[in-house]
């Protein structure tokens, strides 16, 4: 590693700023995260169970801009 270094200190300013922009996006890429299939689809499983759940029991179901209020 130290030998890295010493390399990497060696090289033109440009070619520095190249390689740590390039360092930003992998570490940008890295930390995306994604959700999968799996949890897509438990959500809409337990909204449809609240939305069921809801007309069952006659509870109101609440508006989009208090959905947003609460954001």
Not at 33 to 50: Q, R
Request: proline residues 1%; glycine residues 4%.
């Amino acid at each position: 590693m130290e030998n890295l270094w010493l390399y990497l200190q060696s090289l033109p300013k440009s070619n520095k700023k190249w390689l740590s922009e390039k360092l930003q996006e992998d570490l940008s890429q890295e930390e995306t995260e994604y959700i999968s299939k799996a949890e897509v689809l438990a959500g809409i499983d337990a909204g449809l169970k609240e939305m069921a759940e809801r007309k069952r029991t006659g509870r109101k179901v609440k508006t989009l801009e208090e959905l947003i209020d609460e954001l």
